[in-house]
Structure formats: structure tokens, C-alpha cells
């Protein structure tokens, strides 16, 4: 079998891999997340010129009073560092958030 052929489905299963990771995560946190305050600490845009791939990182406390600084997954457009939002958060997946 052509090496091409290989390498492009195991590219294509590492891809599908994570995204069924990321939709595992989103809905565990949708469904199981605690809440809690958090203040937006960075915007980060990773993009280039022509792309805008903005990271938004909040910092909150977990449960049992761990700071933690992690990503938001669904952010919006008009947030700002040093706003206060309220996320959900889940107690296996503390870097990652969701705007309630």
C-alpha cells in the first residue's frame, strides 16, 4: 500500500480522534460542570493577518480552592481582561471552560 495513503488515514483518525475528545469534553462540562466566577485574565489572538483565532484564559478557583488559569471554550467577542464572567468547569478538565 502507497506510504501517502497511510499516512493521510492516520492523520484522518487523529483528527476525528480529537474532535470526539473535544465533544466529550464540551458535553461533560455542559452536563456534569460546576459554576463558578472567574475574571478573564488574557486575549490572546493566534492568528495571522488575514485570520483572527482568538484564546480568551480565565482565572477562577476550583471547589476545593485550587487557582487555576484555563481556556475558554466558547468565548464572545466583547469580553475583555479584567471582566468578571461566569463559567462552568469540570473537576477532570480544570484548564477547560465554558461561558454559562
Known amino acids: 500500500m502507497d ?20 465533544r466529550r469534553i464540551k458535553k461533560e462540562i455542559i452536563e456534569e460542570g460546576i459554576e463558578a466566577d472567574a475574571v478573564v485574565t488574557r486575549i490572546v489572538d493566534d492568528g495571522s493577518v488575514d485570520d483572527i483565532d482568538i484564546n ?7 471547589e476545593d480552592g485550587t487557582e487555576v488559569e484555563g481556556i475558554l471554550s466558547n468565548p464572545t ?10 463559567i462552568k468547569y469540570h473537576p477532570k478538565y480544570t484548564a477547560n471552560a465554558r461561558l454559562v
Not at 3 to 22: E, H
Not at 77 to 86: A, H, I, N, T, W
Request: aromatic share 14%; glycine share 8%.
Open 3 to 22: 506510504k501517502g495513503i497511510i499516512m493521510w488515514a492516520v492523520f484522518l483518525i487523529v483528527i476525528a480522534a480529537g474532535m470526539l475528545m473535544s
Open 56 to 62: 480568551v484564559y480565565v482565572s477562577y478557583y476550583t
Open 77 to 86: 467577542s466583547d469580553l475583555q481582561e479584567g471582566q468578571q464572567v461566569r
